[in-house]
């Protein structure tokens, strides 16, 4: 089945450096990236969601400044965390939807997630 | 805003079925039902889908209402690797071809299985 890699599984940096989030689809090209955050104990939220050659979208209340989204590849979708702070310390994950036109019979693809701790 | 209402928690024991319910009242006829589970420090994984039939996979069976505006998930024989916290969302394809259309995760039910 569809696989999406995601590195690293765990980073600690120190506040107000950058911090980068890889994510590839191994098997399969991904159009669209979908990138979530999450807290402890809280619920997967949609941050953002990413094209190939275009902009990312943001959901409301996210800075696009601080989360930047690159989509550069069909198989490559990445997620700067720019002058982190421990308020940004979460679990982020990305996943990939199923190719285009196959109907709604097909899941998404999650990656492993990243725990990130800002110090 | 999540679609679907799951209870907080559940609780199995090992070796026994489980039923894992799902209320989406305004459900449209282009949703899909769709389940997943996030076991702990881990992304979610799929676990099935359905439109309006019943259906079985080799991980569970997923059981919909006539009406569909419920569903169930059906695991046959817990074990402790079940033990995750499992959400149903509701997936829009409309015209049935499928797009990139992003999933909005509730707060799923939490299983915890006993030994």
């Known amino acids: 089945g569809a696989v999406v890699s995601q590195h690293p599984s765990r980073v600690i940096c120190k506040s107000g450096t950058s911090v980068k989030i890889e994510c590839r689809s191994l098997?399969?090209?991904?159009?669209?990236m979908f990138w979530y955050r999450q807290f402890p104990k809280q619920s997967l939220m949609l941050m953002a969601t990413?094209?190939?050659?275009?902009?990312?979208?943001?959901e409301q209340g996210v800075e696009k400044d601080k989360f930047l989204i690159n989509h550069a590849s069909l198989t490559l979708s990445t997620l700067t965390v720019t002058s982190a702070h421990p308020e940004d310390s979460s679990f982020y994950i990305c996943?990939?939807?199923?190719?285009?036109?196959?109907?709604?019979?097909?899941?998404?693809?999650f990656g492993s997630g990243t725990r990130l701790t800002v110090v | 805003d999540a679609k679907t209402t799951q209870p907080n928690s559940m609780e199995s024991n090992e070796e026994e079925p489980v039923h894992l319910p799902c209320n989406h009242s305004?459900?449209?006829?282009?949703?899909?039902i769709h389940w997943y589970r996030q076991l702990p420090s881990q992304g979610p994984e799929y676990v099935i889908h359905g439109l309006t039939s019943n259906v079985n996979n080799r991980m569970a069976s997923l059981a919909i209402a006539e009406d569909r505006k419920s569903s169930t998930l059906i695991l046959h024989r817990a074990t402790l690797r079940d033990a995750a916290v499992y959400y149903c969302?509701?997936?829009?394809?409309?015209?049935?071809?499928?797009?990139?259309?992003?999933?909005?995760f509730g707060k799923g039910t939490k299983l915890t299985v006993n030994p």
């Open positions: 996943s990939a939807p199923p190719p285009t036109g196959l109907g709604g019979g097909y899941g998404y693809t």
């Open positions: 969302i509701l997936r829009d394809v409309p015209g049935g071809w499928g797009g990139s259309e992003k999933l909005v």
């Open positions: 305004t459900i449209s006829g282009t949703d899909y």
């Open positions: 990413s094209n190939e050659g275009s902009k990312a979208t943001y």
């Open positions: 098997d399969f090209q991904a159009t669209t």
